[in-house]
């Protein structure tokens, strides 16, 4: 079975500074999909980023970027100049490539707090 | 574009009673999926529905059940409710087909029950 693990329940950045969170993940599948969900106070899931494995070049958007290392199945998430709206919990999630198993596997999360 | 849509925002019921949860999926999506997100144990896979069938359930009992209706709405039925099924239930849709379909969430239901 697929498990997902973010060692950082907590974690603090400056505003405007840089910071990565962590994640982990085992599997035997070579093709699956890898995502980064911010979950706010206001408890609504987003997107913030998403990563195909079969993809070598890692993905960016904005202002978030990911580390994936394959062989070491590390898929870290960098958040660029902190904003004081990026306070949230940021949930690492993965999903197999098989047909028939859609759902996502979720690590247990890692609390951002921005400091002003 | 309207989100993903769930009702209601809170329900509290009485344990043994049973809970009805229902969820509107983002326009051309086709896939619901439901989620618990219980206090200490993170977001768990309860049930993917697609076109009308229940595709994948996750480690749950039976008195979890649901449906999809012909529009891709689906209900979320909890049956003899327990103190530990107190959570936030998230529904997702997402496109369906092969390839990496992002789930979008709805704003969830926080079900209490005393």
């Known amino acids: 079975a697929q498990t997902v693990t973010q060692s950082q329940p907590e974690m603090s950045v400056q505003e405007a500074e840089t910071v990565t969170l962590s994640c982990t993940y085992d599997?035997?599948?070579?093709?699956?999909?890898l995502f980064w969900y911010k979950q706010p106070p206001s408890r609504q899931m987003i997107l913030v980023i998403r990563?195909?494995?079969?993809?070598?070049q890692n993905a960016t958007e904005n202002r978030f970027s990911v580390n994936f290392q394959k062989a070491a199945k590390s898929f870290s998430l960098k958040i660029s100049d902190s904003q004081l709206g990026d306070a949230a919990m940021y949930f690492c999630?993965?999903?197999?490539?098989?047909?028939?198993?859609?759902?996502?596997?979720f690590g247990t999360g890692t609390r951002l707090t921005v400091i002003p | 574009e309207a989100g993903v849509t769930q009702s209601p925002t809170h329900l509290i019921k009485t344990r043994g009673q049973q809970a009805t949860l229902r969820c509107s999926p983002i326009s051309g999506h086709t896939s619901v999926y439901w989620y618990q997100q219980a206090l200490g144990l993170g977001l768990q896979f309860l049930l993917w529905?697609?076109?009308?069938?229940?595709?994948n359930r996750g480690n749950f009992p039976p008195r979890f059940s649901g449906r999809q209706f012909p529009n891709y709405s689906s209900e979320l039925n909890v049956n003899a409710l327990e103190l530990e099924d107190s959570a936030l239930y998230l529904c997702?849709?997402?496109?369906?087909?092969?390839?990496?379909?992002?789930?979008?969430f709805g704003p969830g239901t926080r079900l209490t029950v005393t």
């Open positions: 999630a993965y999903r197999t490539d098989q047909t028939g198993a859609n759902n996502l596997f």
């Open positions: 599997t035997s599948e070579s093709d699956y999909y």
């Open positions: 990563q195909e494995a079969y993809k070598q």
């Open positions: 529905y697609d076109e009308g069938e229940e595709r």
């Open positions: 997702a849709s997402s496109r369906t087909g092969h390839g990496a379909y992002e789930q979008y």
